[in-house]
C-alpha cells in the first residue's frame, strides 16, 4: 500500500496536468527537477530542438511548444502565486531582457492567450561561454525555499528564480 502511495504522488503531477503522458517516454523531450529541501518537487519538460527562432518582444514557446512545469509545491513568481499543479511557460525576449510567463493552459496544441498568464516575471540575463547545440532548461536548488529556472539558447543565458510558499 505504501509503494502504491509513493508512486500517485509521483504520477498525480502528470496525470492531472492534461498533458499527454506519452510525452514521457518521447526521445525528443528533457526534463529538469529541483528539490526543496522539505521534500517538494519541481518539474520542467520540454522539447531541446529549436522549431523557430525568437523575435524581440513577442511571446515564445522555445522547443515549438511551451516548456511544461509541474509543481508540488506552492510557489511565487516576483510576487505572483502559483498554487500546485501544471503550467505552461513561455518568454518574452528582448535584446537587453527576457520575461518568464507562466500560464494556465496546458492544452496540447492550444495557442497561448495572455487571459491565461498567472505570472510573470523579468529574467536576468548572461551571456553563455560555451553555448549548448540545443535549447537546455535547466533548474537549480538556490536556496532553502528557492529554485531558479534557466533557459540557454545560443549565447544567451536567462535566470529567474521561483520561491517556495
Request: charged share 20%; glycine share 8%.
Amino acid at each position: 500500500m505504501r509503494l502504491c502511495g509513493i508512486f500517485l504522488l509521483l504520477i498525480a503531477p502528470l496525470a492531472f496536468s492534461g498533458v499527454l503522458l506519452a510525452q514521457a517516454d518521447d526521445p525528443r523531450t528533457s526534463t529538469a527537477t529541483c528539490n526543496f529541501d522539505d521534500g517538494m518537487e519541481v518539474t520542467v519538460r520540454y522539447n531541446p530542438v529549436i522549431k523557430d527562432e525568437p523575435h524581440n518582444g513577442r511571446v515564445w514557446a522555445p522547443g515549438g511548444v511551451p516548456i511544461t512545469l509541474f509543481t508540488q509545491a506552492k510557489l511565487k513568481l516576483a510576487n505572483s502565486p502559483i498554487p500546485v499543479g501544471a503550467y505552461s511557460i513561455f518568454v518574452i525576449p528582448n535584446k537587453n531582457s527576457w520575461t518568464l510567463i507562466v500560464n494556465k493552459n496546458v492544452t496540447a496544441g492550444a495557442a497561448y492567450d495572455d487571459k491565461d498568464d498567472i505570472a510573470r516575471g523579468e529574467m536576468d540575463l548572461g551571456e553563455v561561454g560555451s553555448p549548448p547545440k540545443q535549447l537546455k532548461v535547466a533548474l537549480a536548488h538556490s536556496a532553502a525555499k528557492q529554485c531558479s529556472i534557466r533557459i540557454y539558447y545560443g549565447k544567451i543565458g536567462a535566470f529567474a528564480d521561483f520561491a517556495e510558499e
